[in-house]
Structures are given as C-alpha cells and as structure tokens.
C-alpha cells in the first residue's frame, strides 16, 4: 500500500484559496488518488478522487503531478466551514480498505 | 435520500463486556465498511461486508465481528471489550455497482468509551 506524507497542519485567510500537498511516491499505477475530509465530532467526507488529469468538482480541485508521485487539493476560496482535517489516500482498483493516516488540519482565519 | 445512520451515537462499557453497534447504510448502497478512531489518529479500517459476506479484514482481533443484513445494514460486534478498544466507530456505505472507486459516505460514528 502507497504511503502517503502530509504536512501536519495549515493556516489559511478566509475566502482565499488553499493548496493541500500530499507526497505519495510509492503510488502505483492503477491506485486512485482519493481525497476526504473530516470536520470535527463528524464522520469522514469525500471530496474528490482522481487517477491521472486533473478533476474539478464543486467542492475543490485536484491537481495530480504527471509522474503521480503527488498531488494538490485546491480549495479555491477557503471558508470556516472548510476548517478540517484533510487526508489524502492512494486507492488500488481492486482495493477494499482507506489508509486514512493523520491528515491535514485546516484552520481557516477570519 | 438519506445518509448513514448510526446507533448509538455514545455508548460507556466496562472492560470485559460484549457491544453492538447499528448502521443503516445510505440508500442504494450494498455495500458496508467499518472503521475505528482514536483520538488525533486517522480511521483504520476494521472490516468490509458485500453481499452479506466480509470481504477484507483489517489488523484486528476476530473478537471484532460484524454483520450485514438483506437491506445492507450492518451490525459491528465487539467482545471482551479492553480499554484500547474506546474509540469512535465508524461505518460507511458505498455502492459496487458504481465501480471499487465508488466513493465512501460516513455516519458520524459511535463513541465508545471502556472503563
């Protein structure tokens, strides 16, 4: 399984955009690269996935590196509510189980 | 449609005694996973169960066992419970039908708490 290094925590200013590195070298070539987010007392929420080009969706980007060794999340206008603990999990295709780590933690200032 | 649901949302047991937790996965989902958290670490994933059938294990002891029942709920049991095992549990559906990738929709979990 693919590990994955994340910077502990992050600060951004409200309304501006946020970029999330994850670091995942040992990735292999048919794991999807699967973003969740965990706001505090809630379950994990997904945010986007992606195996090669990058991918947009309403909540975020996802920019993946062309040797896919990492990727960024990119909020584009950070809010409070974006303030969470950000994991980043390589996902094989014939794979069963998240390899969730520690994360990012998120603080969004006012 | 309606999202994961999970029962109870806090639960205090004393060590050596036997739990069950609920979930009632999102609908048109078939699929079930479950996952413990301890405090400021990750979810690790215990077990998955598709077609009423576990289908991958995680590093955990067989005194963890679950189920899952013909409308896709599920059931996590745990045994002699030890104070490592306080954590919040986690359960999450997603559909096959959609492909492995299918992405996972959470509850927002059991706490469990062994004194």
Request: hydrophobic share 30%; aromatic share 10%.
């Amino acid at each position: 399984d693919a590990k994955t290094t994340q910077p502990n925590s992050m600060e951004s200013n409200e309304e501006e955009p946020v970029h999330l590195p994850c670091n995942h070298s040992t990735i292999s070539g048919t794991d999807y690269i699967h973003w969740y987010r965990q706001l505090p007392s809630q379950g994990p929420e997904y945010v986007i996935h992606g195996l090669t080009s990058n991918v947009n969706n309403r909540m975020a980007s996802l920019a993946i590196a062309e040797d896919r060794k990492s990727s960024t999340l990119i909020l584009h206008r950070a809010t409070l509510r974006d303030a969470a603990v950000y994991y980043c999990i390589p996902y094989p295709n014939t794979g069963n189980q998240f390899y969730f780590g520690t994360g990012t933690s998120l603080t969004v200032i006012p | 449609e309606t999202g994961v649901t999970q029962s109870p949302t806090h639960l205090i047991k004393t060590r050596g005694q036997q739990v069950t937790l609920r979930c009632s996965s999102q609908s048109g989902h078939n699929t079930v996973s479950w996952y413990q958290q301890a405090l400021g670490q990750g979810p690790q994933f215990i077990f998955q169960y598709y077609r009423e059938e576990e289908n991958g294990r995680g590093n955990f002891p067989p005194r963890f066992s679950g189920l899952q029942f013909p409308n896709y709920s599920s059931e996590l049991n745990v045994n002699a419970l030890e104070l490592d095992d306080s954590a919040l549990y986690l359960c999450a559906s997603s559909n096959r039908g959609q492909g492995v990738t299918s992405p996972l929709h959470f509850g927002n979990g059991t706490r469990l708490t062994v004194t």
